[in-house]
């Protein structure tokens, strides 16, 4: 194959990945221009290769069809990670605490501010009444309720962590995971295994699809 | 097969992938850059070949590429094949994914409470360049490059510099042409870009093998494995070196995943993971085959693991 028609076909896949949001489900926001920036020199290189080629016979080596292959696979199928598969095998990270938590109204925070917010200030009798409006995925873990859960990520789904929040849910819920759900609701305290936790309480519970940008930072 | 799991190696590889690609274009493009822009031999014949002096100036030189370990491979070739010093391209390779401006600010931006990590990561970086370089400059050239670059170094070495049993072709006894061979030729754009697409071409297919097996490891592997021994010395420093070859992200980012677990694990274990992943990780297994032989590729992981180890275990005598 055409060295040029490789470096376009690669040009084409990364471009591609930028533009169909797939991004989104992959890497941290502040890497997306990168990446675009890297497909649109593919592309350029691959006009150039292409033009100074034409004529000229080359030899293709198999690391290079093997290659194109892959970028085919990767054209053809899109990524569709299972958050709550991903988040089983990793623990719940740490999240930097930043002062934005404390400064937002309640009902603005997300479900990792909410995370942050109880971690730097772990005291639940602070927040308890506090209204919520929060959205993210149904997180099984071995032995635990289920929770209502985010993943962070700083770099690629790779270091991906999940942040979650217990739920008190209604007798008649039966969340499945993986399952996007909207919870508006208010925080509470209860004591689980021996500890006095926050907890939501869901006043309304809503099935959402996947948003277009399910990791936060 | 669980095909969640499976669909979820599969995500984990397309993010590494995609995330690592610029960073390896970004290498190509300098390297080819550099081969255009300076001819051939005209720098190169400046640097230092004294085997203190050589790693240390290409250690330094990281600050002129701010890449990830992807980027510095295509350089740290670039540099063999025209002739350099070896243990300036092996300070390089080695540090340079530390030693640059943007890694030293993440790390900054991540930990600006620990100002020990911010002077510990780039002097043990440091350290362990010179230190892998020593090491492997007791090798013949032979036994150390890859084939091809081997080939192409000598092409742009002069022949006196090459004892009789590395000739593996010419008239022994023929008079020596060394100023022919170091001659700076000028390369035309097109054929930089000819040359540095053949380059990037190469070293994507072998990212694309390293990304495959990080996503497969890292999705079978329970990370909560790793971090359960985070508080015991030695084990914990063990656990996140594994935890960092497996792992493979970039060093310009790694300082923000190492925070999500810096509260869980000893200080020593903390620095290993900083100090060794960007010197060996699954990812980079791969790149590093069109560097070094599959020898001195395992003489690296060796001695790189076991300065880190011993680094990770004085700082955590000294912090805990």
């Known amino acids: 194959m055409n060295r040029g028609v490789l470096l376009l076909l690669w040009g084409w896949i990364v471009i591609w ?6 991004l989104d489900l992959l890497l941290r926001g502040v890497f997306h221009s990168l990446v675009g920036a890297s497909g649109v020199a593919l592309i350029l290189a691959g006009i150039v290769v292409f033009h100074r080629s034409i004529g000229r016979r080359e030899r293709t080596p198999f690391t290079w069809l093997a290659g194109a292959v892959v970028a085919l696979l990767v054209l053809a199928i899109p990524p569709n990670p299972s958050f709550s598969d991903l988040a089983s095998t990793r623990p719940e990270g740490l999240p930097e605490p930043p002062d934005l938590a404390f400064v937002l109204p309640p009902e603005q925070r997300t479900l990792t501010e909410w995370v942050r917010l109880l971690r730097a200030q772990p005291d639940p009798d602070l927040v308890e009444g506090n209204p919520v409006n929060i959205s993210g ?3 099984k873990r071995q032995d635990e309720p289920p929770q209502i859960a985010r993943l962070t990520v700083r770099c690629c789904l790779a270091d991906a962590t999940p942040a979650g929040l217990p739920v008190a849910w209604p007798d008649d819920a039966n969340p ?7 919870i508006q609701g208010r925080m509470a305290v209860e004591t689980r295994q021996g500890v006095r936790t926050a907890v939501v309480v869901p006043e309304t519970i809503t099935s959402i699809p996947r948003p277009e940008r399910p990791l936060e930072p | 097969m669980n095909t969640d799991r499976l669909a979820t190696a599969w995500a984990i590889f397309q993010g590494l992938l995609l995330e690592s690609l610029p960073f390896l274009l970004l290498g190509v493009l300098i390297a080819g850059l550099a081969r255009w822009l300076v001819p051939q031999g005209a720098w190169i014949d400046r640097l230092p070949k004294n085997p203190v002096l050589a790693p240390i100036t290409g ?3 990281g600050f002129a590429l701010p890449a990830c370990e992807c980027g510095n491979v295509p350089v740290a070739r670039r540099l063999l094949a025209s002739g350099a010093p070896l243990g300036t391209a092996f300070g390089f390779l080695f540090a340079a994914p530390v030693l640059n401006p943007i890694v030293l600010a993440s790390t900054w931006a991540a930990f600006p409470d620990q100002r020990w990590l911010l002077l510990a990561r780039p002097f043990g970086a440091f350290l362990l360049a010179v230190l892998l370089s020593l090491l492997l400059t007791q090798l013949s050239e032979t036994q150390l490059l890859e084939r091809a670059l081997l080939s192409e170094r000598r092409m742009s070495q002069p022949l006196s510099n090459l004892g009789l049993l590395d000739r593996s072709s010419g008239l022994i006894g023929t008079p020596l042409d060394s100023k022919a061979a170091t001659t700076p030729q000028r390369v035309s754009l ?7 697409s053949r380059e990037f071409l190469d070293l994507l297919a072998l990212l694309v093998l390293g990304c495959v097996i990080a996503a497969l490891v890292q999705t079978w592997l329970p990370r909560s494995w790793l971090l359960a021994v985070g508080s015991a010395p030695t084990l914990s420093i063990l656990a996140l070196m594994v935890l960092a070859i497996v792992v493979s992200v970039c060093s310009s980012v790694d300082a923000f995943l190492a925070l999500g ?3 869980q694990v000893t200080p020593g274990a903390l620095l ?3 100090l060794l992943g960007p010197v060996v990780d699954l990812k980079l297994a791969g790149l590093f085959t069109v560097l070094l032989t599959p020898k001195a590729i395992a003489i690296t992981a060796t001695a790189a693991s076991l300065g880190v180890l011993l680094i990770g275990q004085w700082v955590n005598l000294w912090q805990l």
């Open chain 2, 59 to 61: 250690a330094l030189m």
């Open chain 2, 261 to 263: 677990f810096a509260a």
């Open chain 1, 17 to 22: 990945s930028v533009y169909s949001g797939r």
């Open chain 1, 137 to 139: 995925f149904v997180l």
């Open chain 2, 190 to 196: 097109g054929g930089v870009v000819d040359q540095s």
């Open chain 1, 176 to 182: 499945k995971t993986n399952d996007w759900l909207s």
């Open chain 2, 272 to 274: 290993a993971f900083l």
